[in-house]
């Protein structure tokens, strides 16, 4: 399995920083790669975690388009939804892009095993994803890596809830909005991303609940496809 890291542009020394210990100057985040180079890279293993003086794997940045899945669980809130605040908790498999300058996106989005954290859904949970697809880009934020979610459609990206009520009523929710995400390394090599609280305030419009009444939270992680590097970093 080939593995996803993140990192910043323009920390140079012998050994990657966590992006908890980026320098605030870092200008932009960027994907790269742990590739095999043979002969003078700065890491003896394939998780480019190990500094060396005369290593056999080397970070490249990502040049070319690189398909990625990624997975996480996540709750869906109107908090403005008729008869009060509802919530959906969902798994997520995500599958989309990772490419040169940051750049990244999201082609498909499929949620399972909804049920109901609170509100008027009571059974039959389903969230479709709207406005696909959904591009991506890394930013630094302080001291934070974050990856924005846009959509060139009218809304922005965003999704569908449908749910039955009083045991036989359908009732149908949407939320839409842009959104970021809070992005981190991890010790076995993928990407971990969190809809944080920064993500909680970027609230979205809902049709029940209107205007701020979206929101997002939860957790996953990215995973790189291909066959081409054992992971992906930002730097």
Known sequence: MKHLKIACGLVVIAGLMAVAAMPAIAANARW???????????????????????????????????????????????TKATGGSSTIRCKRIDRGWIGANGGDGETEVRATGCVRVEGLCESN????????????????????????????????PGFKVECVTGGIFKIADECTGGISTKMTN???????????????????????????????????HIQQRKEVATYVNIR
Not at 193 to 215: A, I, M, N
């Open 125 to 156: 949970a389903t969230i479709i994803s709207i406005n696909l697809p959904w591009y991506t880009q890394l930013a630094i934020s302080g001291s934070e890596i974050r990856d924005t979610i846009r959509s060139a459609a009218a809304g922005g």
């Open 32 to 78: 790269e790669q742990c590739k095999n180079v043979g002969t003078g890279g700065h890491w003896s293993n394939a998780l480019c975690s190990k500094p060396t003086t005369n290593g056999a794997w080397e970070t490249k940045e990502v040049t070319e388009t690189e398909e990625v899945t990624s997975s996480d669980e996540v709750e869906l809130t109107d």
């Open 186 to 220: 991890s010790s076995d090599g993928n990407v971990q991303v969190e809809y944080d609280t920064v993500s909680e305030g970027e609230s979205g419009t809902c049709k029940l609940g209107g205007v701020g009444s979206g929101r997002v939270r939860g957790h996953g």
